[in-house]
Nanobody, 118 residues
């Protein structure tokens, strides 16, 4: 499974960005897909995920500003980010969890940079 990300960039505080991710390959047993982010010298953290059934989960601190949604197929998602803040600056990674007979495999995209200037 390969994850193709797009939509990062440089914006000013208060502006919006939309990230997109498409999972390509054998996604028959897709369990969940979502976005994570990692700022310099910080651990990677979950931003938002959506399950195969359509349930969403958000980092508590981001709920209300960020919205994850499907773009037609279950393998295409968007992350709408509004009222961006400098602390949202990070590399954003798309990730997909595929169920397997032995549990699951997690796949990651290469990441897309989001920079928010004050």
């Amino acid at each position: 499974v390969r994850l193709v990300e797009s939509g990062g960039g440089l914006v000013q505080a208060g502006e919006s960005l939309r990230l997109s991710c498409t999972a390509v390959g054998d996604t028959t047993n897709l369990d969940a897909i979502g976005w994570y982010r990692q700022a310099p010298e910080k651990q990677r953290e979950m931003v938002a995920t959506i399950t195969d059934a359509g349930s969403t989960n958000y980092a508590a601190s981001l709920k209300g500003r960020f919205t994850i949604s499907r773009d037609g197929a279950k393998t295409r998602i968007n992350l709408q980010m509004n009222d961006l803040k400098p602390e949202d600056t990070a590399t954003y990674y798309c990730s997909a969890r595929i169920l397997t007979p032995w549990g699951h495999d997690d796949y990651w995209g290469e990441g897309t940079q989001v920079t928010v200037s004050s």
